[in-house]
C-alpha cells in the first residue's frame, strides 16, 4: 500500500499570530469547520517516515487479523463447531482454538479484561499512548478513512480548496466517490463483525441470498453505521472528547515515559527561514532550528501542536516526528527536533549529562507482576478445569412428601454439566442419607435404589427430576445435610453439590 508524498513546505503562507485564547492542539489556521462542533477541522496531510512505516504496518496487521479470523477452521470432533473463534449465544458457548468457554466461565473473560487494562496501563507506562496510536480501532479505522480521502480527494491544500469551493458536479462526483468508498468499508467492517458470532461460510451464504435473519440485519447495520460516524465524521473528536483513556494516562506516565517530545532548548525561538539567512545569523539572533513550518501540526490525525508541550489531544502516533525529519533533512539540521525521548532525558541533555533508558522501574514491575499472577491463575484454572459440573434444586413447594407407609420424600431438578464431547454415564448418589432410596422421573433405564446411573451427551447440560425417599425408621425431622454425587464411570471424574433433605 503505497502512499503518495506531499511536500507542502514550500507552499505555506506566511503563519499568522496564534489567536488569544486559543487552546493548545488547536491548527493555527482554520481552513473549515465541523459540522457538529465548534473546532478547526483537521486535513491531515501525508507524510512519509519511519512512523508512518510502522503505523501502516500496525493497521494492515490488524484489520488482517480482524476480516481473516472468523474463516480460521479447528476440528473439534463431530457436532462441534469448527470456527477457531467463534462466540455462539444460541449455544451458549464460546470457543478460541482448543478452549471451550462456558456460561459458567465468565470469570475467564473478566480475566481477559484484566490482562487488557493492565496491558494497556504498562505500555502507557513505557510509551505513552502508543496503544492510541497505533492499536486503538478508532485510530485504525480513521487512518484507513484518511487514506481512502487523500486518494480521492487529493492531498490537504487540495483539500482544503474543495472545501471551500462552491458545489459543482465535479465536487460532488469526489464527495460521493468518497463517501461511498466509506461506507463500503464500513458495511465490511460490519458484516466481519457478526462473523464472530455466527459459523461465517454459513452466514456468507444466507447474505448471499439475502435470507438473514433480522437480529443479524440489525447488528450489520448498527456496526456499519458507527464506523462510518466515527472513523469518517467524528475522527479525532472521539480521542479529545469522547475517550475516557485520554484522561487516565497522565496517571500512567513518569519522567521516565517516552513520550513525542519537541526539544524546546533547540528549536526555540521560531521564525520562518529566509533564503538570504545563514545559521549563524539566525543563532545570533536568538533563533533556534525550528522554522515555524507547521508540518507537524499538518500531519498529526488531531491538529496538536507539539510545540506547545504535552497535550491531551495528542495520541503519541509519531507523524510529526517524520515530518519534522523531512523538514530538518531538507535545510541541513540534526535531526530529531520532534522525538519519542523522556523527561528525565531532555533534562540530561539540558545539563550535558548521558542519557539513560530505565525500563524497570515501580510502575512497570507492578503492573508486569499483576498480568504475570491473572495469566497464571488463568492458566492454571484451564489446565485444571472440570469436565464435569453438577448442581442440584430442591423443590421448594412441597418441601417433602409424607407417604402413606411413614416414609418422606423430597424432589430435586439435578443437572449434569457434561464438558467432554463424547457421551458420558454418572453414577449418582446421595451422600448423608443411609438408605436413601433414588428414583428418576420418567427414565427407568436409570434404575433405581441407592443409586442411578444418568447420561449426559457430549458437550451439553441432562437435566433429571429425581425423588429421594427415605424410610420412616431413618427418617431424621427437621433439615439434614446432603451431598449429590456424580461420578463418571469411564474417567472417574468426580462432581458434588451441597443440599438438605426436609423432613416433617
Same mark, same amino acid.
Given at each position: 500500500?503505497?502512499?503518495? &508524498?506531499?511536500?507542502?513546505?514550500?507552499?505555506?503562507?506566511?503563519?499568522?499570530?496564534?489567536?488569544? =485564547?486559543?487552546?493548545?492542539?488547536?491548527?493555527?489556521?482554520?481552513?473549515?469547520? *465541523? +459540522?457538529?462542533?465548534?473546532?478547526?477541522?483537521?486535513?491531515?496531510?501525508?507524510?512519509?517516515?519511519?512512523?508512518?512505516?510502522?503505523?501502516?504496518?500496525?493497521?494492515?496487521?490488524?484489520? $488482517?487479523?480482524?476480516?481473516?479470523?472468523?474463516?480460521?477452521?479447528?476440528?473439534? =470432533?463431530?457436532?462441534?463447531?469448527?470456527?477457531?473463534? /467463534?462466540? @455462539?449465544?444460541?449455544?451458549? %458457548?464460546?470457543?478460541? /482454538?482448543?478452549?471451550?468457554?462456558?456460561?459458567?466461565?465468565?470469570?475467564?473473560?473478566?480475566?481477559?479484561?484484566?490482562?487488557?487494562?493492565?496491558?494497556?496501563?504498562?505500555?502507557?507506562?513505557?510509551?505513552?499512548?502508543?496503544?492510541?496510536?497505533?492499536?486503538?480501532?478508532?485510530?485504525?479505522?480513521?487512518?484507513?478513512?484518511?487514506?481512502?480521502?487523500?486518494?480521492?480527494?487529493?492531498?490537504?491544500?487540495?483539500?482544503?480548496?474543495?472545501?471551500?469551493?462552491?458545489?459543482?458536479? $465535479?465536487?460532488?462526483?469526489?464527495?460521493?466517490?468518497?463517501?461511498?468508498? +466509506?461506507?463500503?468499508?464500513?458495511?465490511?467492517?460490519?458484516?466481519?463483525?457478526?462473523?464472530?458470532?455466527?459459523?461465517?461460510?454459513?452466514?456468507?451464504?444466507?447474505?448471499? *441470498?439475502?435470507?438473514?435473519?433480522?437480529?443479524?440485519?440489525?447488528?450489520?447495520? /448498527?456496526?456499519?453505521?458507527?464506523?462510518?460516524?466515527?472513523?469518517?465524521?467524528?475522527?479525532? &473528536?472521539?480521542?479529545?472528547?469522547?475517550?475516557? +483513556?485520554?484522561?487516565?494516562?497522565?496517571?500512567?506516565?513518569?519522567? #521516565?515515559?517516552?513520550?513525542?517530545?519537541?526539544?524546546?532548548?533547540?528549536?526555540?525561538?521560531?521564525?520562518? /527561514?529566509?533564503?538570504? &539567512?545563514? +545559521?549563524?545569523?539566525?543563532?545570533?539572533?536568538?533563533?533556534? @532550528?525550528?522554522?515555524?513550518?507547521?508540518?507537524?501540526?499538518?500531519?498529526?490525525?488531531?491538529?496538536? #501542536?507539539?510545540?506547545?508541550?504535552? &497535550?491531551?489531544?495528542?495520541?503519541?502516533?509519531?507523524?510529526?516526528?517524520?515530518?519534522?525529519?523531512?523538514?530538518?533533512?531538507?535545510?541541513?539540521?540534526?535531526?530529531?527536533?520532534?522525538?519519542?525521548?523522556?523527561?528525565?532525558?531532555?533534562?540530561?541533555?539540558?545539563?550535558?549529562?548521558?542519557? %539513560?533508558?530505565?525500563?524497570?522501574?515501580?510502575? !512497570?514491575?507492578?503492573?508486569?507482576?499483576?498480568?504475570?499472577?491473572?495469566?497464571?491463575?488463568?492458566?492454571?484454572?484451564?489446565?485444571?478445569?472440570?469436565?464435569?459440573?453438577?448442581?442440584?434444586?430442591?423443590?421448594?413447594?412441597?418441601?417433602?412428601? $409424607?407417604?402413606? #407407609?411413614?416414609?418422606?420424600?423430597?424432589?430435586?431438578?439435578?443437572?449434569?454439566?457434561?464438558?467432554?464431547?463424547?457421551? %458420558?454415564?454418572?453414577?449418582?448418589?446421595?451422600?448423608?442419607?443411609?438408605?436413601?432410596?433414588?428414583?428418576?422421573?420418567?427414565?427407568?433405564?436409570?434404575?433405581?435404589?441407592?443409586?442411578?446411573?444418568? %447420561?449426559?451427551?457430549?458437550?451439553?447440560?441432562? !437435566?433429571?427430576?429425581?425423588?429421594?425417599?427415605?424410610?420412616?425408621?431413618?427418617?431424621?425431622?427437621?433439615?439434614?445435610?446432603?451431598?449429590?454425587?456424580?461420578?463418571?464411570?469411564?474417567?472417574?471424574?468426580?462432581?458434588?453439590?451441597?443440599?438438605?433433605?426436609?423432613?416433617?
Amino acid at each position: 500500500m503505497s502512499l503518495p &508524498q506531499e511536500n507542502t513546505l514550500s507552499r505555506q503562507p506566511t503563519p499568522a499570530a496564534k489567536p488569544a =485564547g486559543q487552546p493548545h492542539g488547536a491548527p493555527h489556521e482554520e481552513p473549515g469547520r *465541523h +459540522w457538529f462542533i465548534d473546532r478547526p477541522k483537521v486535513y491531515a496531510a501525508d507524510v512519509r517516515g519511519t512512523f508512518r512505516r510502522i503505523k501502516w504496518a500496525a493497521l494492515i496487521a490488524l484489520l $488482517a487479523i480482524y476480516y481473516v479470523t472468523p474463516w480460521i477452521r479447528w476440528e473439534r =470432533g463431530p457436532g462441534i463447531p469448527d470456527q477457531a473463534v /467463534l462466540v @455462539d449465544m444460541v449455544g451458549r %458457548r464460546a470457543y478460541f /482454538l482448543w478452549i471451550e468457554i462456558w456460561p459458567q466461565e465468565v470469570y475467564y473473560l473478566t480475566g481477559l479484561l484484566i490482562l487488557g487494562t493492565f496491558g494497556i496501563f504498562f505500555a502507557t507506562t513505557l510509551a505513552g499512548r502508543i496503544w492510541c496510536g497505533y492499536a486503538c480501532p478508532q485510530t485504525v479505522w480513521t487512518d484507513l478513512f484518511m487514506w481512502v480521502e487523500r486518494k480521492i480527494e487529493g492531498p490537504r491544500t487540495t483539500r482544503i480548496r474543495l472545501d471551500k469551493a462552491p458545489m459543482t458536479g $465535479a465536487k460532488i462526483a469526489r464527495k460521493t466517490a468518497k463517501h461511498a468508498a +466509506w461506507l463500503g468499508i464500513s458495511l465490511l467492517t460490519g458484516g466481519a463483525w457478526v462473523f464472530y458470532f455466527n459459523d461465517a461460510p454459513t452466514l456468507l451464504g444466507e447474505l448471499l *441470498h439475502g435470507e438473514i435473519t433480522s437480529g443479524v440485519a440489525t447488528f450489520i447495520a /448498527l456496526f456499519t453505521f458507527t464506523t462510518y460516524f466515527f472513523a469518517g465524521w467524528a475522527r479525532e &473528536q472521539i480521542c479529545i472528547y469522547v475517550c475516557p +483513556w485520554r484522561s487516565f494516562q497522565s496517571a500512567m506516565v513518569d519522567e #521516565d515515559t517516552f513520550l513525542v517530545t519537541y526539544e524546546d532548548w533547540r528549536g526555540e525561538g521560531r521564525a520562518p /527561514l529566509r533564503k538570504s &539567512q545563514s +545559521w549563524e545569523d539566525r543563532q545570533a539572533a536568538g533563533l533556534g @532550528d525550528c522554522i515555524d513550518c507547521k508540518q507537524c501540526v499538518h500531519v498529526c490525525p488531531t491538529g496538536t #501542536d507539539i510545540r506547545e508541550g504535552q &497535550q491531551i489531544s495528542c495520541i503519541g502516533c509519531g507523524l510529526c516526528v517524520d515530518a519534522c525529519n523531512d523538514v530538518m533533512t531538507q535545510i541541513g539540521r540534526p535531526l530529531d527536533l520532534v522525538r519519542f525521548d523522556t523527561q528525565s532525558n531532555q533534562i540530561a541533555k539540558i545539563d550535558g549529562k548521558p542519557e %539513560r533508558v530505565k525500563l524497570v522501574r515501580p510502575r !512497570t514491575v507492578i503492573y508486569s507482576m499483576i498480568m504475570l499472577v491473572v495469566a497464571c491463575a488463568m492458566a492454571i484454572a484451564l489446565i485444571l478445569r472440570p469436565t464435569l459440573d453438577v448442581s442440584v434444586l430442591r423443590d421448594r413447594a412441597p418441601l417433602f412428601v $409424607a407417604l402413606s #407407609d411413614g416414609s418422606v420424600q423430597n424432589a430435586y431438578t439435578i443437572k449434569i454439566l457434561n464438558k467432554t464431547h463424547i457421551a %458420558r454415564d454418572y453414577a449418582v448418589t446421595v451422600d448423608g442419607l443411609p438408605g436413601a432410596h433414588l428414583s428418576v422421573v420418567g427414565d427407568e433405564k436409570a434404575g433405581g435404589g441407592a443409586n442411578l446411573t444418568l %447420561r449426559a451427551a457430549a458437550d451439553s447440560v441432562a !437435566t433429571y427430576r429425581v425423588f429421594v425417599k427415605m424410610p420412616a425408621a431413618a427418617v431424621k425431622s427437621g433439615s439434614t445435610d446432603v451431598a449429590v454425587v456424580a461420578k463418571d464411570q469411564g474417567s472417574g471424574e468426580v462432581g458434588r453439590h451441597v443440599s438438605v433433605f426436609m423432613a416433617p
